[in-house]
Each structure stands twice: as C-alpha cells, then as structure tokens.
Nanobody, 123 residues
Framework: QVRLVESGGGLVQAGGSLRLSCVVS????????MGWFRQAPGKEREFVTS?????????DYADSVKVRFTISRDNAKNTVYLQMNSLKPEDTAFYYC???????????????WGQGTQVTVSS
C-alpha cells in the first residue's frame, strides 16, 4: 500500500519561507511523477507544481508560484520537497502531495494522495 505523508506546514509571515516534505512509502518512489496541489477554503483544489519521475528532469509550475516555489526530489530518501519563498497571504491553503505514473497539471493524473499539511501566511 502506497502512503504519502506531508510535513513542514505552519504559520509564516508574508515574505517568509517554508519547505514542505512528502515522504512516500510502500511503492517504487523513483517510478512516480510527483505533484503538489493546494486547496484554500471555499475554493477548488489547484495545481501548484510537478516533477517527472526518475531524475526529475522536467518541472512545471502554476503561474502564481513561478520563481517563488521550487520542487525537487530525492529518490534515495523517497521524498519530494516544495521550497516556498516570498510567501503571500494568497498562498494560504492546505497543501497536498500526489504520486502517479504520468504526473502533470491535472489531479486526475495522480493515483496516490497524502493527507495534506496546512500553510498559513499572515499579512
């Protein structure tokens, strides 16, 4: 059974930084494309960023987070990271990591999901 566990969320002031981690167990991590999505209260879940499997040679970002956020993966640790810099109040949301064979910007491309971690950015 594949399990994803996120950590690293919290409360931060605008302009600050956080690094989220997502550890994957029970599967072959290097085979999975990984993604981060977020959902704010009253809004739909939205794509944040994704990284391809194996070497992670390709990454994609939502326009709203480009330059500020960076996704990376460490296959030796079965972990994907989301470095978030220059955080804004509008980044406040529950952040989820996801794993799938294909990846990309659509949530439908992901099979496995974590429980999420809350990120709150105060102004």
């Amino acid at each position: 059974q594949v399990r994803l566990v996120e950590s690293g969320g919290g409360l931060v002031q605008a302009g600050g930084s956080l690094r989220l981690s997502c550890v994957v167990s029970g599967g072959s991590f290097s085979n999975y494309a990984m993604g981060w999505f977020r959902q704010a209260p009253g809004k739909e879940r939205e794509f944040v960023t994704s990284i391809t499997n194996w070497s992670g040679s390709r990454t994609d970002y939502a326009d709203s987070v480009k330059v500020r956020f960076t996704i990376s993966r460490d296959n030796a640790k079965n972990t994907v990271y989301l470095q978030m810099n220059s955080l804004k109040p509008e980044d406040t949301a529950f952040y989820y990591c996801a794993a799938g064979a294909i990846g990309g910007k659509s949530a439908r491309q992901y099979v496995y999901w974590g429980q999420g971690t809350q990120v709150t950015v105060s102004s």
